[in-house]
């Protein structure tokens, strides 16, 4: 898919992986809603944009994990630019690590990491029906593939935003509706730190499972992959080459699997 003269919202766009893609997508000539719930975040980068590629972007402050705010977030696309033809669904949350998470740590999880792509898919993909086309673009992880040594919330929300993402594939794919699925492993944004300085020792041993696991790429890195997947239109987006290899290990011999996990977890418990 070429995205030039696209019309994009990237959610969590006020830093990280979503300040990357607003900066990569307008650098290919799209038009870009920058929606974080940090609004001054996302004031930062679409002026920081802008003065790169002037009038290629707008930002708003939007908990997009709400139906009603997703909706004034596309509405202002459709004002400013013309009806969304990209939906990127990257904002997400590490969530509590342990199994005494919360309630309202479950909940704010599963809205934030799930419930978002299911509220903007509702909105957006019967239009797309109508129009015959549009892509949607989700923000997993490869904890989404494989699991999250320390944080309940994150592993389970994470696989379940990958099967949301095949579902919507097998269900709309052949009516002109593209989805891509992105699942990195370790990447410099404040979201890899958080287990470092949650002060828990599953929290330190989420962070260095990643860290250890493989390069810890930058977002800019990880922004180029998606682009390049958006344009073959290709699902499973893997900056990390070496997670593809690691699910075949899962999926060909699941116990084997687990058994190297919990070894692997009481390995970081023990330096933790």
């Not at 999880?109 to 509702?122: G, K």
């Not at 962070?207 to 992959?225: H, K, Q, Y």
Request: charged share 20%; hydrophobic share 45%.
């Amino acid at each position: 898919m070429d995205v030039a003269q696209g019309v994009a919202v990237v959610t969590g766009g006020g830093a990280g992986i979503g300040s990357a893609l607003v900066a990569r997508l307008a650098r290919a000539g799209a038009r870009v809603v920058v929606a974080d719930l940090d609004a001054d975040g996302a004031r930062a980068v679409s002026e920081a944009v802008n003065a790169d590629h002037p009038g290629t972007t707008v930002s708003v402050g939007a908990d997009v994990s709400d139906a009603e705010q997703i909706q004034q977030v596309v509405g202002l696309a459709g004002s400013a630019f013309g009806p969304v033809d990209l939906y990127f669904a990257n904002a997400g949350i590490a969530g509590a690590p342990g199994l005494d998470a919360s309630e309202e740590d479950w909940d704010r999880s599963i809205d934030v990491n799930l419930r978002a792509h299911i509220r903007a898919a509702r909105l957006l993909v019967p239009r797309w029906l109508e129009r015959g086309e549009g892509y949607f673009v989700s923000t997993a992880s490869a904890a989404g593939l494989l699991t999250q040594i320390g944080s309940a919330t994150y592993a389970v929300t994470k696989h379940a935003a990958v099967a949301f993402a095949e579902w919507l594939s097998v269900t709309y794919g052949d009516r002109g509706v593209r989805v891509s699925c992105l699942c990195p492993m370790g990447v410099n944004t404040k979201l890899l730190s958080s287990g470092e300085d949650s002060g828990d020792a599953l929290g330190r041993a989420a962070t260095r499972a990643v860290t250890s696991a493989g390069d810890v790429l930058e977002p800019a890195e990880v922004a180029d992959a998606v682009l390049a997947a958006l344009e073959d239109e290709r699902f499973l987006v893997l900056p990390h080459e070496g997670v593809l290899e690691m699910y075949r290990h899962k999926g060909s011999d699941y116990d084997r699997w687990l058994r190297g996990m919990r070894r692997y977890q009481s390995s970081l418990l023990a330096q933790a």
